[in-house]
């Protein structure tokens, strides 16, 4: 129990770092991570982390939880390359998502990182005090 608060009380962390300002720039206004949530995978991802950690469904959990947690994170990397493309340039361009990110973007996908490598530690600590093996 004390570790599925740990895991969520991490999760909601990261979760709030998406409240901070992403992107913008000299003229272009600021957009905040908050643009997260208009994808339904990155909700969807969300819900599926808040299961994997909450349910009691053995190996079948922490797979759900890995795929919230990868789905979240490929949701990021994905807003940060695509961001402008419907309001500033028309197209993809890197440079462009590289110059016009704040350093809250890299600190918020750091944090989803850093949640993703504790329940990715947490579920291996369980399933090795939790192994029934004959020696």
């Known amino acids: 129990m004390k570790r599925k608060l740990f895991l969520t009380s991490l999760f909601v962390l990261s979760l709030y770092t998406i ?3 992403w992107f913008g ?4 206004e600021t957009v905040y991570g908050w643009i997260l949530l208009d994808n339904p995978i ?3 991802c969300i819900l599926l982390v808040f299961f994997g950690i909450w349910s ?15 789905g979240i994170i490929a949701m ?7 961001w402008h493309i419907i309001g500033i340039s028309g197209h993809f361009d890197l440079g462009l998502s590289i110059d016009l990110c ?3 973007f890299y600190f918020s996908l750091c944090c989803i990182l850093f949640t993703y490598i504790a329940y ?5 600590k369980i399933n090795l005090t939790q192994s029934h093996y004959i020696v």
């Open 19 to 21: 409240s901070l300002p």
């Open 25 to 28: 720039g000299k003229n272009i």
């Open 42 to 44: 990155a909700f969807t």
């Open 56 to 70: 009691n469904y053995g190996k079948n959990s922490e797979i759900i939880g890995k795929i919230g947690m990868m």
């Open 76 to 82: 990021q990397i994905y807003e940060f390359l695509t």
């Open 102 to 104: 704040y350093p809250e």
């Open 120 to 124: 990715q530690y947490i579920y291996k």
